[in-house]
């Protein structure tokens, strides 16, 4: 049958063609990084609040920065910007707190 135009089903332009492959990949990949980070939990081979390795720990740590040339400048500079940047007062929330209880 040839109802509503012909028998031109669905063509699709070649870049079309295109864009959906790339997505369609993009998206597969995303599946299968979220099937390797929450495949465990799924499967309940370990409870979702038993957190795995976290991949940002090694960033914590001061002594795999010692070999970055002027770390300890840096570091200065950064507690010098963090004193400038503090509001004195500004976390000091206690004080309205108590003001607020003796009007009751």
Do not use: C
């Amino acid at each position: 049958r040839n109802m509503g135009g012909g028998s031109h089903y669905m063509e699709v332009s070649e870049v079309h063609k295109q864009l959906g492959e790339v997505f369609g990949f993009v998206t597969w990949l995303w599946i299968f990084h979220r099937a390797r980070l929450d495949g465990p939990v799924v499967l309940g081979w370990r409870h979702p609040w038993e957190h795995a390795e976290d991949p940002w720990a090694s960033v914590s740590h001061a002594a795999e920065d010692e070999h970055i040339n002027g770390i300890e400048e840096l570091r200065a500079e950064w507690d010098t910007f963090q004193n400038k940047a503090a509001v004195p007062g500004d976390g000091d929330d206690d004080e309205d707190e108590d003001e607020d209880d003796d009007d009751d």
